[in-house]
Nanobody
Framework: VQLQASGGGLVQAGDSLRLSCAASGRYHMGWFRQTPGKEREFVAAITSSGSKSYYTPFVKGRATISRDNSKYTAYLQMERLRPEDTAVYYC?????????????????????WGHGTQVTVSS
């Protein structure tokens, strides 16, 4: 499975950004982020059908995860970005299985990872 993340860059606080992750099939998808010296942390996830989505509290209300299954692509739209959102963002895919709802927030809940895309938010 190949995952190709894109859309990162340098933005100013308050700006918006959309990250994309193209997969080579239909999977549950998630976004995580990581800063130096810290563990990878969950940001958002969406089921393979798109019927359910999940968010971590620190982005809820500022982020929207969506997907286009005709393109096997998931998106993370982030609004009102803050300097503390600066991180490498990773997309991940999980094979469709019934226990995704119990593990979507954990890195071990995913089978495949893409290369990260850097998001830098300047103050």
């Amino acid at each position: 499975v190949q995952l190709q993340a894109s859309g990162g860059g340098l933005v100013q606080a308050g700006d918006s950004l959309r990250l994309s992750c193209a997969a080579s099939g239909r999977y549950h998808m998630g976004w995580f982020r990581q800063t130096p010296g810290k563990e990878r942390e969950f940001v958002a996830a969406i089921t393979s059908s798109g019927s359910k989505s999940y968010y971590t509290p620190f982005v809820k209300g500022r982020a929207t995860i969506s997907r286009d299954n005709s393109k096997y692509t998931a998106y993370l739209q982030m609004e009102r970005l803050r300097p503390e959102d600066t991180a490498v963002y990773y997309c991940a895919a999980a094979a469709p299985r019934s226990d995704f709802s119990g593990h979507y927030y954990e890195p071990r809940g995913y089978d495949y990872w893409g290369h990260g895309t850097q998001v830098t938010v300047s103050s």
